[in-house]
Structures are given as C-alpha cells and as structure tokens.
C-alpha cells in the first residue's frame, strides 16, 4: 500500500514569493493535516481538511492557505513568503474521523523542506 | 501550563535497559492519546495509540493514567535501532463536536552500545 505522498521533496524561494506544497493521502483516507516543523523545534498544527473541507487551523497568519480536492489530495500554499517560513513542513492523513480530529492515528509522508532565501 | 509536556531529554541509556517516559496533558477531557517516534530530519511514524486499559507492542508499552493526566511509554530491552525522539501525541476536544490534535515537543532518547 502506498504511503503518503508530498511534493517536492526540496522548494527553494526568495522572500515575497508563493510557495505551493502538494500531498496524496493514503488511499481510503478522507482527512488531509499539514504541520510546520522548523529546525530544532516540535510539530506545529496547520491545517486540517475532511472531505474537501477546512476543518480546523492553527495559529498561522492567512498567508497560510490550502484546500482539499474531490480526489481527497491536497494542497498548501504559502503567500508572501518570510525568512522565517523555511521549514519541515509536513502532511499526515487519516481515515474518517468520527469524533475529532485526533481520533484516527495519523500517517505523515516524508515532507516538503522549504528554504526561503 | 503547555497543553502537552514531554521532558526533552536526552536520555542516554546501554543497549539493553529499560527506559521510560511520560508526557503530561493539560485538558482532562482529552480522548485519544499516541506515540510516534521521529528519527532525525525525518517523518514521524505511528508507534502506537494508548488504549485506557494500557497496551503492548512486543518490546513496548504504553499506559493512560487519566486521574493524573499522563501517558507513559515503556522500552524494554532497548535496541541501537531505539534511538529517536518520541512525541507524545494528545487529541483534546474542542467544544461539543470538534477537536485539536496537539503533538508534544518530543523525549529525545539515544541507546549507547
């Protein structure tokens, strides 16, 4: 069974520019999560779409966007992008989640590292 | 107080030996609770969920303390292959229908021969 899948692997970008960072969830998994991990630091929440709908967000500026396609992959973009945007950033998915959004364990994919130049 | 506490580490133990660690969360409300382990500039990876009654996964261990609000994992006969940082991962409701996953900042563990 395929894993998770994120592309690219390495983005590299100048301050200002748009950054857009792809994820194939596992098949059979509905629910898409983004996290940011900057380098020494833990796993910061983004976003999370469940059939094709923002569902919950963490504490990151509007730049910070995505969306969920019918085929459940997705999509984060990053507008405006700062020096401080470089970073690990990962995406998880999960199977249908019935309470919540912690409720099915999570599988990540290898991530996208983004520097910002 | 963090909504999820996990002592840093590291902790540097011999091939072999037991090792174990807590992480503590803020929101006795809390439901559903996991360890990942995450090896260097990598993803992390599913070790397992914890289960109320407690749970074991061969050489692992996992535990739900709900009175003291804490989870604890448990490596017995540590392996080389043992060495990572494993983050505790807490999902806390967030009114009547939603909720927030929160990871722990992880327990860097690292096994000498």
């Known amino acids: 069974e395929a894993g998770v899948t994120q592309s690219p692997t390495h983005l590299i970008k100048t301050r200002g520019q748009q950054a857009t960072l792809r994820c194939s969830p596992i098949?059979?998994?509905?629910?898409v999560y983004w996290y940011q991990q900057a380098l020494g630091l833990g796993l910061q929440f983004l976003l999370w779409?469940?059939?094709?709908?923002?569902?919950n967000r963490g504490n990151f500026p509007p730049r910070f966007s995505g969306r969920q396609f019918p085929n459940y992959s997705s999509e984060l973009n990053v507008n405006a992008l700062e020096l401080e945007d470089s970073a690990l950033y990962l995406c998880?998915?999960?199977?249908?989640?019935?309470?919540?959004?912690?409720?099915?364990?999570?599988?990540f994919g290898d991530g996208t590292r983004l520097s910002i130049l | 107080r963090k909504e999820v506490e996990q002592d840093p580490g590291p902790f540097n133990v011999p091939e072999g030996a037991t090792v174990a660690f807590n992480c503590t969360y803020s929101n006795s409300a809390s439901q559903s609770f996991f360890w990942y382990r995450q090896d260097c500039r990598k993803e992390p990876k599913l070790l397992m969920s914890?289960?109320?009654s407690g749970n074991e996964d061969g050489r692992f261990t996992a535990q739900l303390n709900r009175a003291s609000q804490y989870i604890s994992l448990l490596i017995r006969d540590s392996k080389l292959s043992d060495s990572a940082t494993y983050l505790c991962v807490v999902n806390e409701p967030l009114g009547s229908s939603a909720s927030k996953i929160i990871f722990g900042s992880g327990t860097r563990l690292s096994i000498r021969p």
């Open positions: 914890v289960y109320s």
């Open positions: 779409y469940d059939e094709g709908e923002e569902r």
């Open positions: 098949s059979g998994h509905t629910s």
């Open positions: 998880a998915s999960s199977l249908y989640v019935v309470l919540g959004q912690g409720d099915q364990p999570q599988h």
